[in-house]
């Protein structure tokens, strides 16, 4: 249960609002509707010598049962999009100053993910290439640039609460800013062929110290020797 509700994004916080009230609105009102209908049937249940009404709900006292709670749910809906859109926005819109800015590619069925080397910089000599894996620095903005090189897939990362399509033709800018170390699950959550089950990689995310050693490491090795 507690990896299910981990977070590891700025934003993870937002998004599980949104679900949570969703939750609490949906469930108060399933609660209503439920004790309404059982108080219902055993007030209104058969009884001897007592003839059924036929009622066409046109009456003004008897509108308002359709009315109140529509008007209700209305204002709760309101309050529902209210909240969803500027999650949406914050996540999706808003594109804070990145400082570092990665690639994602998928493919039948891997992600390839390039990494800037030790000059910070995307498409430069050095960067460093790896498949399933995804390595950044806790506390630091990224942007992502997303692709496809085939079919449509779906880039999902459940403690950072993001899921973004990549579709084939276009790049895709988005961005995150993890809050915890540690290793983390990376999911295509799109339907991408016979594959599609294994399709998974890792996201590592660790200190600033952690990732200058980890590309020290490489020696400026060769994408295949970084393999």
């Known amino acids: ?3 299910l509700l981990l977070r590891a994004s700025s934003y993870a916080a937002d998004v599980d609002g949104v679900i949570h009230l969703i939750t609490l609105l949906a469930g108060f009102w399933f609660i209503v509707a439920e004790v309404v209908l059982f108080y219902f049937i055993f007030k209104f249940r058969k009884k001897n010598n007592e003839k059924a009404q036929y009622i066409t709900g ?9 009315h109140w709670p529509h008007n209700l749910i209305i204002v709760c809906d309101i309050v529902l999009v209210f909240f969803a ?24 069925w891997a992600w390839r993910m390039q990494h800037p080397g030790p000059d910070k910089q995307l498409d430069t000599a050095d960067d460093i290439e790896l498949v399933d894996e995804l390595r950044v620095v806790v506390g630091k903005t990224y942007h992502y640039k997303l692709e496809s090189l085939d079919v449509m ?7 950072f609460r993001l899921k973004q399509d990549a579709i084939p033709g276009r790049t895709i ?12 699950d990376i999911q295509c959550a799109e339907m991408c062929g016979i594959g599609h089950g294994i399709m998974g990689a890792r996201i590592i995310i660790e200190t600033e110290e952690e990732h200058q050693k980890w590309m020290e490491s490489l020696s400026g090795n060769s994408v295949a020797q970084a393999l």
């Open 58 to 66: 046109e009456k003004k006292e008897e509108m308002k049962w359709i």
């Open 1 to 3: 249960m507690e990896a």
């Open 153 to 159: 897939h779906s880039f999902s990362v459940p403690v």
């Open 173 to 184: 800018t988005g961005w995150f800013k993890p809050t915890r170390t540690g290793a983390f």
């Open 85 to 108: 859109i500027k999650a949406w926005y914050h996540i999706k819109q808003e594109l804070p100053d990145p400082d570092f800015t990665v690639k994602i590619t998928g493919q039948q």
